[in-house]
């Protein structure tokens, strides 16, 4: 069974940063494409950042230029280093990968079939 798990979700004021890390189980398993979505109250599950193994990455609109993506270990780790963070920023946040190749990495969830349980990200303003 293939995990992901999540690590370094927190609460921080408006301004602040912090930064998120995920890590696989399985280290034989390669993830060509990783990514994070966040989820709020209320709210559906939203793509913010993803990256492919020649590094190309996508952003959504609400955290480009705040937001970096990166994996720390190719095709096997994945980091967001998130800055200047909003209240609105507040959610759930998964890191997910597939193992299909994707020349422009996708922000939709139905393209990630393999998901971290989450960790609580919490700005305060």
């Known amino acids: 069974q293939v995990l992901l798990e999540e690590s370094g979700g927190g609460s921080v004021q408006a301004g602040g940063s912090l930064r998120l890390s995920c890590t696989t189980s399985?280290?034989?398993?390669?993830?060509?494409?990783m990514a994070w979505f966040r989820q709020a109250p209320g709210k559906e599950r939203e793509g913010i950042a993803t990256i492919n193994s020649w590094k190309t990455t996508s952003y959504a609109d609400s955290v480009k230029g705040r937001f970096t993506i990166s994996q720390p270990i190719a095709k096997k780790t994945l980091s967001l280093q998130m800055n200047s963070l909003k209240p609105e920023d507040t959610a759930v946040y998964y890191c997910?990968?597939?193992?299909?190749?994707?020349?422009?990495?996708?922000?939709?969830?139905?393209?990630?079939?393999?998901w971290g349980q989450g960790t609580q990200v919490t700005v305060s303003s």
């Open positions: 399985n280290l034989t398993v390669n993830w060509p494409v």
């Open positions: 997910a990968a597939t193992p299909d190749y994707y020349s422009h990495p996708p922000l939709s969830p139905r393209y990630y079939g393999y």
